[in-house]
C-alpha cells in the first residue's frame, strides 16, 4: 500500500466522485481510477460501490477510510515532528474548544503559544465532546478541552480533569422570571440545553429531580455560543451555562443572572487526548499553557473567594 493512494481514496470519499477528485488534486481522471483499482486489487475487496449516479464506498470501504483518515493524520504528525525537534517551530495543532475553554482559559494560553510558535498554525474547532469524540479517534483532532462527564467514555481516551466549574442561570434583561430565587419556580420555564451529553435530558432532568421537581420543558438545543446568545437576547427562553457566560463583556447589557438557591453543578473541565499517541512539541506545549491557564483560573477563584 502506497501513501498516494491513501490520499487519493480520502480525496475521492471528500469530494464524491473520482472526476471531483481528481480535478482537486490536479491529476488525471484515469490515474485516480488505476490507483483506486491497484488498492483493491491488493486489498482483495471491492471498496468502491459504482453506480451511473456516481461512487459510494461499500461497508468494507468506510471502515478502510476510518483507518486511512487516521494514516493521513499520522504522517502530517510524524513529518511536523520531526521539523519542530530539528528546531523549526512550524505546523500545525488541531484543537476542539468549549465556549467556556474559549472564555475562561484559551485567552490565557494563546499568548504563551503564539510567543513560543509563532510560525505554528492553530486551528480550533467548537464544540463539546460528544461531537468532538469521534474527531479524536480518527486523529483529526490532537485534543480536546471542556466539559466531559466522567469516567473516560472509551478506553482509548485519556481524560485528564483540570478545573471544577458552575453554573449559572441566564435570561434577557425584563424576563419575567428574572427574580425567581428557586428552581422551583422555573419549572414552567422553556430552556435551552447544551450537547454536552448525547441526551438532553441528562442535563437538567437530574437536577430537577433531586428536588422533587417535575422534567424542565427542553425546547431548544443549541450547538454554538451565538446560538445561545441569541436565543436568550430575543425569546423567553432560560439555560443553566457554565458561569464565564455571565461573565462576558457583550451579555452585560443584555442579560441577567437568576440567583436561585440551589447548587448547579457543570461538569469538570479537562483535557481530552487519544492514549498511546505522542504528542508533537506544539501539541505538548499547547496542553501545557492549557494547564497552566486553569491553575491561573484557580488562582483567581480562590483570590476572589479571600476577599
Known sequence: MKLIQVRNLLAIAEHGSVRAAARHLGVAQSALTRSMQELERELDVSLFDREAKGISLTPTGQRFLTRAQIIQNEVRRAQEEIEQLRGSATGS????LSTVTQIALFPYAIKAFRARYPEVVLNVRDGLFPTIEPLLKNGTLDCYVGPILVPAPAPDL????????????????GHPLAGARSLSELVDAEWVTTSVTFKPEEELGP???QYGLPKPKLVLRAHSALMFLTALTTTDMVAALPVQFAELAMTGATLDIIKVKEPLPEPPVCLVRRSGLPPTPAVEYFCDMIRRAAVHLENERKTRSAV
Open 93 to 96: 495543532v488541531y484543537v476542539g
Open 207 to 209: 437536577l430537577f429531580a
Open 158 to 173: 485519556l481524560v485528564e480533569k483540570l478545573v471544577d466549574n458552575t453554573r449559572a442561570i441566564l435570561c434577557r434583561k
